[in-house]
Nanobody, 122 residues
Framework: VQLIESGGGLVQPGGSLGLSCAAS????????MGWYRQAPGKQRELVAR???????NYADSVKGRFTISKNNAKNTWYLQMNGLNPEDTAVYFC?????????????????WGQGTQVTVSS
């Protein structure tokens, strides 16, 4: 299983940016997906998460500005970021809990994308 991120880049304060994460491989089901970020010198933190049923939760710092969504048919999820400010500058990682089918059964594991840089600066 691989998670491939796209999007990110440089944006001015107040601007918008969208990230996407596509999962590929021997996927039986995606149980939960999310976005995390890590700023220089800081720990990785949860930004947004969505369950397979569609329930979401967000970090307080991004509520009302960021939106997580998904396309089940494409095994892809997204993070729309609006009202960006310099404090949102970080490397953003997508993550998912994915069940794969094995010859002897099923296995659920956590997978991570490679990370994409988001820089908010004038």
């Amino acid at each position: 299983v691989q998670l491939i991120e796209s999007g990110g880049g440089l944006v001015q304060p107040g601007g918008s940016l969208g990230l996407s994460c596509a999962a590929s491989g021997s996927i039986f089901s995606i149980n939960a997906m999310g976005w995390y970020r890590q700023a220089p010198g800081k720990q990785r933190e949860l930004v947004a998460r969505m369950s397979s049923g569609g329930s979401t939760n967000y970090a307080d710092s991004v509520k009302g500005r960021f939106t997580i969504s998904k396309n089940n048919a494409k095994n892809t999820w997204y993070l729309q970021m609006n009202g960006l400010n310099p404090e949102d500058t970080a490397v953003y990682f997508c993550s998912a809990a994915i069940t794969t089918r094995l010859p002897a059964g099923f296995r659920r594991s956590d997978y991570w994308g490679q990370g994409t840089q988001v820089t908010v600066s004038s």
